[in-house]
């Protein structure tokens, strides 16, 4: 689904706004304003030092016993990992050094309670919001939050968190606690005018399942109360006096997301794991946007391979810095804080629009990948910055097509610090500590990987074009594609060279190829020491099943059977009979 | 006294959660707990104050121990920093 493809359906009075797409999911419903009481500190003076000790005690009393149940209700509604973060704010209540300031003040200062609290908690704040690091800002914000829950109880006021309807609820800040609060009532949807990707809020609404869009200043003058809006929590969007025909476009939205849902549900929050422990990841392969909300439904946990060069082939040209900024950035924050691997356009020479005709008698052995990339370095350079200034969230790698030599690694990771440097230089922010990796599809690089580990970070295996190269054979071509054998011995003595040449340098191994894809293979990829598989979004439930129900000891047992035998067929076999005994009955559908 | 320098290595940094473990940590001791990055020293005891400091992935920070039970609380929180805050 495209920007362009809602602007056509809207009617004249239809109003869209964008902003950040904080977690998944589609709404319509009734908006419900939540505006926090606007909480005005009284003047300096105490009444007597003795009673403003005591409104303090209570004050901090009744604060804690509000978190405690924020944090009992999020233990039953999310996880231990989630309730840690109100545990913190609960220990900010207890801070020693907090409270000893905050007392001293109203002894020495002779202030209000409210007034020392206030006092002692801008001096923290202030040092925070001295930085332009946003997560740091999220953080002020919570800590002010704090601070404001404190002086509310100190002007033993209650917080009201029900709900009459289901609705969308829209405010200006919401807080952490107030998402999980209000989570006891029917929330269709959170929108916030303030807040990141990163705040708290997006985490515990994706977390809840809730969907949510963040960052939209100046909405809520734009609103009414109980008045009908869209929220789309894919693409960041607010729908404001939507007409009927996006109402129907939405409402369809709906229904189809549901469905899928529904089919991935069951297993998507699962854990990926062997029956004997053992985590295995399931990562996506992403080829064009629109895959995202389905990916991340599956219960993905990040993107194994973006292949870029499809933005250049709806183009039909390179994108820009600006184009590939919008696309990575959609897709890092989408999955945030999942990793998504960004590779480099992979495209051959025969597919770049020159003025005069290019040809190659041998495109798949010509001017491709990353050798193609290294001689247009203005190309590479510009795809570099993009992915790097598209690395605010910290969750982006990157990652080189068409390796074959160490020279080309070097070369390139040259030009990747140089523009890391300059980014630098420019005052641009990026992460400093983003993964750099490369794909192993060639078969010369499998032999260089020792020295190779100095340079890269992580690898990722390709196993379509590895077949293709190390067996010679062209399988787009009819008359050799019998040749082109998916379990040739030789494939799988390379994959486990590859596992074993990587074990002891703390990289990273994945493998992305369609062999990742195939059920019958997974056993075998397991048991070859792959723990990261990338697959297409659609079977990636079904794959996790199947590892749900297998031991990793069985699969290495299954990959020691495999690297001795000498052809495909013998191989296959042992795979056909690995997964009959897991599955049973269901053998006939593979 | 007992001075270790320590690097963050889990990817989120020193967030809220391991802020408040950390605290939990160090309460339990005795001797008095410092962090100290650059030049700004916080009190490894006040989570507020841990949370001013903007610790991220690779940051190298310096631990200062001091008191009787310094010993036994180097070991625990310098243990709780090199494994990544259980998050690797």
């Not at chain 1, 200034?389 to 097509?401: A, G, T």
């Not at chain 2, 967030?15 to 490894?44: M, W």
């Not at chain 2, 920070?61 to 009787?68: N, Q, R, T, W, Y």
């Amino acid at each position: 689904m495209s920007f362009d493809e809602i602007i056509k359906l809207k009617g004249p009075d239809t109003k869209i706004i964008e902003g950040i797409a904080a977690a998944p999911g589609y709404a319509i419903g009734p908006v419900f304003i939540y505006q926090k009481e606007i909480i005005e500190i009284y003047p300096a003076v105490s009444l007597t030092t003795d009673y403003e000790l005591e409104a303090l005690d209570f004050a901090l009393e009744r604060s804690k016993k509000e978190l405690k149940k924020v944090i009992e209700f999020s233990r039953e509604k999310l996880n231990e990992r989630m309730a840690g973060i109100f545990e913190a704010h609960l220990i900010i209540l207890e801070d020693p050094m907090l409270i000893e300031s905050i007392r001293k003040n109203i002894i020495e200062d002779r202030h209000s309670a409210e007034y020392s609290v206030d006092v002692e908690f801008k001096k923290y704040l202030q040092q925070m919001r001295k930085t332009d690091d946003q997560l740091m800002l999220e953080r002020a914000n919570e800590i002010e939050d704090i601070k404001f829950r404190i002086i509310r109880n100190l002007q033993r006021k209650r917080w009201e968190s029900k709900l009459r309807q289901s609705v969308i609820v829209v405010a200006k800040n919401l807080t952490p606690a107030d998402t999980v609060l209000f989570t006891r009532n029917d929330v269709l949807a959170y929108v916030s005018e303030m807040g990141g990707l990163t705040s708290h809020t997006a985490i515990l609404a994706r977390a809840l399942n809730i969907p949510a869009v963040v960052g939209i200043r100046g909405l809520i003058n734009q609103l009414e109360n109980d008045k009908t809006i869209v929220v789309d929590g894919f693409n960041g969007l607010i729908i404001i006096n939507p007409n009927e025909e996006i109402l129907e476009y939405y409402k369809n939205k709906i229904h189809q997301y549901s469905l899928r849902k529904k089919k991935y549900e069951e297993l998507s929050n699962v854990i990926c794991k062997t029956k004997d422990n053992h985590h295995i990841k399931l990562m996506s392969n992403i080829d064009f946007l629109d895959e995202i909300p389905f990916a991340i439904a599956s219960g993905s946990e990040g993107v194994g391979l973006f292949r870029t060069e499809n933005l250049f082939f709806q183009k039909g040209t390179f994108p820009n810095e600006t184009e590939q900024i919008e696309a990575y950035l959609d897709l890092s924050s989408k999955f945030y804080p999942n990793v998504v691997t960004i590779r480099t356009f992979d495209i051959g020479g025969d597919k770049i629009n020159f003025n005069e005709q290019y040809n190659e008698t041998n495109p798949f052995l010509g001017w491709r990948g990353i050798r193609l990339l290294l001689d247009l370095p203005e190309i590479l350079k510009t795809q570099f910055r993009a992915i790097l200034i598209s690395s605010v969230y910290k969750n982006v790698r990157v990652m080189l097509p068409m390796v074959s030599s160490l020279d080309e690694v070097i070369k390139a990771k040259e030009i990747f610090n140089e523009t890391k440097k300059e980014l630098k230089a420019n005052g641009i922010k990026f992460d400093e500590n983003i993964k750099f990796g490369i794909m192993v599809e060639i078969p010369s690089i499998v032999y260089c990987l020792k020295e190779l580990s100095k340079y890269i970070d992580f690898v990722s295996v390709g196993t379509n074009d590895l077949t293709q190269y190390l067996l010679a054979v062209d399988r787009g071509n009819e008359k050799v594609f019998k040749s082109y054998q998916e379990f040739h011995p030789a494939l799988i003595r390379v994959l486990r060279l590859i596992t074993k040449e990587l074990y002891r340098s703390k990289i990273e191994v994945s493998i992305c190829g369609e062999l990742a894809s195939n059920l019958k293979a997974v056993p075998l990829l397991l048991g070859l020491g792959y723990n990261v598989l990338s697959v297409n979004e659609y079977l990636l439930p079904e794959i996790k099943k199947l590892i749900l129900n297998i031991k990793l000891n069985d699969c290495k047992k299954l990959a020691v059977k495999c690297l001795n035998s000498s052809t495909q067929s013998e191989i296959i076999k042992y795979l056909d009979e690995f997964i009959k005994k897991y599955k049973g009955e269901n053998n006939e559908s593979l | 006294m007992i001075l270790k320098e320590v690097t963050i290595l889990n990817r989120a940094g020193l967030h809220t959660r391991p802020a408040a473990v950390l605290v939990k940590l160090a309460s339990k001791y005795k001797c008095d707990f410092y962090i100290i990055q650059d030049e700004i020293v916080v009190n490894g005891k006040s989570i507020i104050g841990v949370m001013t400091l903007c610790a991220e992935q690779g940051s190298k920070l310096i631990l200062k121990f001091d008191g009787e039970d310094e010993e036994e609380a180097s070991k625990e929180i310098v243990e709780y920093f090199n494994r990544g805050f259980d998050e690797l």
